[in-house]
């Protein structure tokens, strides 16, 4: 079904992917990108699916002793640790969480110790490969393309190693799975265990930016409303300026509070 709705005002929400998607499908977005795909452009913005950003994210496996509950019905998360990187000026930007039970709640035989960088500096990007609505466009976060990410997150690794090799398991965990010890063997060697099990921690954001007016890359304003044009605002994860040291859940929620605030005073 297709249908047409108008407004003097509208706020897009879809999301730090689906939001950049659209706008770009709408003809707003970087002119180039636009071309390569024969959308006409209608107002050249070039932060559109830029400054693309997610929290990298990697599990250290573990085999547990023979009859040690993984409840699949219990909560994933029941426990979790922050803490600051060695050699880190960022306070609290690793997170590690044991999760004993598969992924998305299924069966599993070990217990995974989830591993997060919370404040990476790599930067990726989103861009169309089709001008069909349907089709997910290209992610490409660039997870670790920044030295020192990859640094904290090696040592973070190694930390999660050790806490779990502490007497206090001896009685909960049989072996590690995951990395070998000729993974851990040098640094060059945990950097491409590392590389080869990144992942995403669900948590993009950024590809829609905030910022000045004098920021090239910036899309909306500190309303949220898109520059170079009226009557449109952006309200969601993708408006970031920087991912948090933290779930995203939270802060879109402070965003989207802050944003009806000013409308509703705005009105009058």
């Not at 050699?87 to 969480?97: E, V």
């Not at 640094?151 to 995951?178: D, K, N, Y």
């Not at 060059?188 to 590389?195: F, Y």
Request: glycine share 8%; with cysteine.
């Amino acid at each position: 079904e297709t249908f047409v709705v108008e407004g003097d005002s509208v706020i897009l929400s879809a999301g730090a992917v689906a939001s950049p998607q659209l706008l770009m499908l709408s003809g707003v977005g970087p002119a180039a990108n636009l071309a390569r795909l024969e959308i006409p452009a209608v107002h050249d913005l070039p932060g559109v699916g830029q400054n693309m950003k997610n929290h990298p994210s990697l599990s250290v496996r573990f085999r547990p002793e023979d009859g040690y509950s993984l409840d699949s019905t219990s909560p994933r998360n029941q426990v979790a640790l922050r803490f600051t990187s060695p050699g880190s000026d960022t306070r609290n930007d690793i997170q590690i969480q044991p999760i004993t039970s598969g992924p998305l709640g299924r069966e599993a035989e070990e217990i995974r110790i989830g591993c997060r960088l919370e404040l990476p500096l790599s930067v990726g990007e989103l861009s169309l490969t089709s001008k069909d609505v349907n089709v997910q466009p290209e992610l490409d976060y660039r997870f670790l393309a920044d030295p020192w990410d990859r640094e904290r997150l090696r040592e973070a690794v190694r930390i999660c190693v050790g806490l779990f090799e502490h007497e206090a398991f001896q009685e909960i965990i049989t072996e590690r799975i995951s990395p070998a010890e000729s993974d851990l063997a040098s640094d060059a060697d945990l950097d491409s265990w590392v590389q080869g099990n990144v992942g995403i921690a669900g948590h993009t954001c950024g590809t829609c930016k905030m910022g000045p007016d004098s920021d090239a890359t910036a899309v909306v304003d500190q309303a949220c409303r898109v520059y170079g044009l009226t009557g449109l605002r952006v309200v969601d994860a993708s408006v970031m300026p920087d991912i948090p040291r933290a779930n995203t859940n939270a802060t879109i929620i402070m965003i989207a509070e802050k944003v009806a605030d000013s409308i509703r005073q705005a009105s009058g």
